[in-house]
T-cell receptor, first 110, second 113 residues
């Protein structure tokens, strides 16, 4: 079993919908990252969290350390949000290395 | 700043050939890493470095070699290419390892025939 699980694996939404992508992990962590991979392949960092909630534009990321769970929310979704969203964690005692989920493929349709 | 650059973008090798994937960053980051991305799997760490002269193995190091002679450059060498090494390779850097924002290069798509 992967230490980082994302759900759903695939998601299709209509423009304007509120979207939630989930990330669960089974071990202790010191940081969690949300990344976005565009169809062209490039990967960009969206958020790095160790507690609470962060917001950037239409994106909101939350983490519940006790429940070992994080969510990425997209408000007022748009076709340009279509991408793969990847969760990655820095394991406690894992040095500086990251462990990645397999990603959630999001498609937002007009 | 150029950020993290990788060359080449695409490469086709024959089994047994060797090559070097180049990675450079201009942000003075100490931490650099190489990942491979395969369908249905998360990014997997090949090798990483916490500073010039210091490298260590990741999750899938076999068949790859790295060195870090400067802060800026972190090349990845394929010693004798195998079809199992067909993948997309990403180089990344950060100020503080897994605790810092991650910066990724554009990727190299490698096919080994």
């Amino acid at each position: 079993k992967n230490e980082v699980e994302q759900s759903p694996q695939n998601l299709t939404a209509q423009e304007g919908e509120f979207i939630t992508i989930n990330c669960s992990y089974s071990v202790g962590i010191s940081a969690l990252h949300w990344l976005q991979q565009h169809p062209g392949g490039g990967i960009v960092s969206l958020f790095m969290l160790s507690s609470g909630k962060k917001k950037h534009g239409r994106l909101i990321a939350t983490i519940n350390i006790q429940e070992k769970h994080s969510s990425l929310h997209i408000t007022a979704s748009h076709p340009r949000d279509s991408a793969v969203y990847i969760c990655a964690v820095r394991l406690t005692g894992g040095g500086n290395k990251l462990t990645f989920g397999t990603g959630t493929q999001l498609k937002v349709e007009l | 700043n150029a950020g993290v650059t990788q060359t080449p973008k695409f490469q086709v090798l024959k089994t047994g050939q060797s090559m070097t994937l180049q990675c450079a960053q201009d942000m003075n980051h100490e931490y650099m890493s190489w990942y491979r991305q395969d369908p249905g799997m998360g990014l997997r760490l090949i090798h990483y470095s916490v500073g010039a002269g210091i490298t260590d193995q990741g999750e899938v190091p076999n068949g790859y070699n790295v060195s870090r002679s400067t802060t800026e450059d972190f090349p990845l060498r394929l010693l004798s290419a195998a079809p199992s090494q067909t993948s997309v390779y990403f180089c990344a850097s950060s100020y503080d390892g897994g605790r810092g924002e991650q910066y990724f290069g554009p990727g190299t798509r490698l096919t080994v025939t």
